[in-house]
């Protein structure tokens, strides 16, 4: 079964950081673009970053662009978000997705919390 | 940017209706880049549609996408509760972008 896995999500202070994880298994993970996807509460969909099959071309929404990083360790089949300089409208549910053939999200992960207050 | 609107915010059908979805783009692209989600609930979004009218695998074929340009729709026939739902049209190429979405409610 083609699954995600986040995890690192949590209650962090105005101006910290926190790192997401995406743990992938099913597929070939080297062979997938790979991207985050963020809801605020109550709010839609807004896509934050996306990340090249080797790592080598990534793209980011302005909103995040030079706050955020997004990396992955295709040995682990895990894509990373490095949040720094965290605000409050940081706060949101952050899925992971994958990037398939057909040009759609086509395997999304359950998601992780990710809650920025002081 | 091409900026995705839908309409209407919010629809309220009943159960066997028909449910009709619009996306509309300010700026025209490729159909292969159209696609639909549907996200219930405290739930991920899942993949309808792609390639603005293909059927993602498992999706029933009650679901349909069609449209070209800047105009796309998403329809659904036969309505069920279990259809209830926000359904979000999604541009996939650089730099992608999400409708703000529509609500479906089965009275």
């Known amino acids: 079964e083609e699954q995600l896995v986040e995890s690192g999500g949590g209650l962090v202070q105005p101006g910290g950081s926190l790192r997401l994880s995406c743990a992938a298994s099913?597929?070939?993970?080297?062979?997938?673009?790979m991207y985050w996807v963020r809801q605020a509460p109550g709010k839609g969909l807004v896509w934050v970053s996306c990340?090249?099959?080797?790592?080598?071309?990534?793209t980011y929404a302005d909103s995040v662009k030079g706050r955020f990083t997004i990396s992955r360790d295709n040995a682990k089949n895990t894509v990373y978000l490095q949040m720094n300089s965290l605000r409050a409208e940081d706060t949101a549910v952050y899925y992971c997705?994958?990037?398939?053939?057909?040009?759609?999200?086509?395997?999304w992960g359950q998601g992780t919390t990710v809650t920025v207050s002081s | 940017e091409i900026v995705l609107t839908q309409s209407p915010g919010t629809l309220s059908l009943s159960p066997g209706e028909r449910a009709t979805l619009s996306c509309r783009a300010s700026?025209?692209?490729?159909?292969?880049?159209l696609t639909w989600y549907q996200q219930k609930p405290g739930q991920a979004p899942r993949l309808l549609i792609y390639?603005?009218?293909s059927r993602a695998t498992g999706v029933p074929d009650r679901f349909s996408g069609t449209g070209s340009g800047t105009d796309f729709t998403l329809t659904v026939s036969r309505l069920e509760p279990e259809d209830s739902a926000v359904y979000y049209c999604?541009?996939?190429?650089?730099?992608?972008?999400f409708g703000p979405g529509t609500r479906l409610e089965i009275k």
């Open positions: 700026q025209s692209f490729s159909t292969t880049h």
């Open positions: 390639g603005a009218s």
């Open positions: 990340i090249f099959q080797d790592g080598t071309t990534t």
């Open positions: 999604h541009r996939h190429e650089a730099s992608p972008a």
């Open positions: 997705s994958r990037g398939g053939f057909t040009h759609s999200l086509d395997v």
């Open positions: 099913g597929f070939t993970f080297s062979d997938y673009w």
